[in-house]
């Protein structure tokens, strides 16, 4: 598949929806793809990516931003507290806000740089036990704790359990998101996003549709 191929199903899937194709962001995962994979959508005019990891997305990304312009670049993986500093100067949005330590640790980072990226909530509407973020009894309380943080929080994400219907996970985190008046949503991915923008995605992560299968464990090319 391809970018272009990507971009026509989704505005295909927002005009069935009833919905302007500018309402729904593609955030292309660039996570462990190859460089000239990654140079390859840059060319093709794409400017939104998103990261798993820290360390591999400062490797990147600061020289591409230099070659490329303004590109932006959301965190959608895991983050250690002691990373925080290093997301906040790299990311424009980070996806995975999943507990109240790190969400202490972005807000006296926030209050120092006079700015922070942009927040979602993970929520994880499935309630698995390995699973990060917060659980949906517990999101509402969460949402005003990190308000009163004076937090940007700009809506909720989530990774539904794999080999269920997605469907229900979306529709649940689109009712959260609707009462507690945030109005992003993160969530579909490369099996599901037009489900997710069904359901009122408003940031869809797209990575192997986009770039081809990852290949773990193969070095990057130099
Ligand atoms: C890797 C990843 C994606 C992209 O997955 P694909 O199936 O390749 O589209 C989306 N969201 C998160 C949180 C991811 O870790």
Redesign the pocket.
Known sequence: MSLGTIQSRLTAACAKAGRAPASVRLIA?S?VQPLERVVAVLDEGHRLF?E?YVQEAQGKWPDLRARFGAVQVHM??PLQTNKAKVAVDLFDAIHTLDRMSLAEKLAKLAQARGASPDLFVQVNTGAEPQKAGILPDETDAFVARCRAMDLPVQGLMC?PPEGEDAVPHFAMLAQMAARNGLAGLSMG???DFEAAIAHGATHV?????IFGA?AYGTPLPA
């Open positions: 995962v996570k998103g798993n959608i993986g990774i991915m490369s099996s992560r797209v990575g192997s549709a990852r």
